[in-house]
């Protein structure tokens, strides 16, 4: 038994798994120091990494309406086309929008590539940071304090991360910025190697967001860590 095939079966992967390709040519979050990181490296960990997804968004234009994907053709990127013979109630064009946004598992990786600062207990919950330009995002300068708690006790109907077993709902939400939510959900209930992979959940507004997240590639120093 190699190494790495004794690190899976420590973490209660089945040992099979070992022999399916790691992420990319080389984790260098394992390889290295994180002070040894390169900036190019730290943008792919928090960009594009086992712990940070381009989600997948689907909108649905009302009642009856099947949803059609309006996806980001890769973050950075922008595109925005018109949907035809698609309208609004009152009459405007329904857009399919090309969106720039990342699901980013706030595990121990990303927290020591982004420098967090924060100080929630990284044992009471996992946290999923979506980022990027999505409407009903983040914070607005013309919604009120109010109008904020509503929004987030909203979402809590739409959010969750779906596994093998049951699914873990949302407990609370935080808008850091124009650009960027918090998601918390209560590790009271684990999530363990054997659910293989988690799907985080969440609408806003008309858009449905997804993002698959497979727990064999997020292992860090030997460690499953989210």
Avoid at 19 to 48: C, M, Q, R, V, Y
Avoid at 64 to 81: E, F, I, K, L, V
Avoid at 127 to 135: M, T
Avoid at 160 to 171: A, M
């Amino acid at each position: 038994m190699n190494r790495r095939t004794a690190i899976f079966v420590t973490l209660g992967f089945p040992a099979g798994f070992a022999s399916i390709p790691a992420w990319g040519a080389s984790e260098f979050w394992n390889e290295k120091k994180p002070e040894d990181w390169t900036p190019d490296e730290i943008h792919e960990l928090l960009t594009k990494s086992p712990w940070a997804k381009e989600p997948t968004v689907n909108y649905y234009a009302g009642p009856g309406n099947a949803g059609r994907q309006a996806s980001s053709g890769g973050y950075g990127r922008r595109t925005r086309t018109t949907v035809p013979n698609s309208a609004s109630p009152g009459g405007t064009s329904i857009e399919k929008q090309q969106y720039k946004v990342v699901a980013r598992w706030e595990a121990l990786p990303i927290r020591l590539a982004s420098h967090s600062q924060s100080t929630d207990d990284p044992l009471a919950s996992y946290v999923i940071n979506l980022v990027g330009d999505l409407p009903m995002l983040g914070t607005h300068n013309d919604e009120t304090a109010t109008d904020r708690e509503q929004r987030a006790e909203m979402l809590k109907d739409y959010t969750k991360l779906e596994r093998k077993n049951d699914p873990i709902y949302l407990s609370k939400v935080i808008f850091k910025n124009a650009t960027e939510t918090l998601f918390y959900f209560p590790r009271l209930d684990p999530i363990f190697p054997d659910d293989k992979q988690v799907t985080f959940t969440t609408k806003l507004g008309p858009l449905e967001v997804k993002a698959k997240f497979t727990l064999k590639e997020m292992v860090y120093q030997g460690k499953l860590e989210l």
